[in-house]
């Protein structure tokens, strides 16, 4: 099994910046994708983003485009995603996923294993 732990989340106004962290277990870790998904008060789960295995591939939502930066240190078994021009609607718990699916998982069924989330929130 991959352990995920999410990390870096607070509060930040509007057009800042933060660094969430996931943090993974096991010796296996360079054999996932990983991917970050968010959840709003009252809203579904979205995809935000994924990253291959050997981190040479990304893949982002539109909405978050231009703005996100996913990355990975497999020797650090860490995922890290850079979040820049914060939106209010970028406000959610973020999740990162790890996925032994080929090409870019963007379905929350794709994902095996869950971390337990950190808060994000954006003031206007």
């Known amino acids: 099994q991959v352990q995920l732990v999410e990390s870096g989340g607070g509060l930040v106004q509007a057009g800042g910046s933060l660094r969430l962290s996931c943090a993974a277990s096991g010796r296996t870790f360079s054999r996932y994708a990983v991917g970050w998904f968010r959840q709003a008060p009252g809203k579904e789960r979205e995809f935000v983003t994924t990253?291959?295995?050997?981190?040479?591939?990304?893949y982002y939502s539109d909405s978050v485009k231009g703005r996100f930066t996913i990355s990975r240190d497999n020797a650090k078994n860490t995922v890290y995603l850079q979040m820049n021009s914060l939106k209010p609607e970028d406000t959610a718990i973020y999740y990162c996923a790890a996925s032994a699916v080929q090409g870019f998982p963007t379905e929350e069924t794709m994902y095996a294993y869950w971390g337990q989330g950190t808060q994000v929130t954006v003031s206007s």
């Open positions: 990253i291959t295995r050997s981190g040479g591939s990304t």
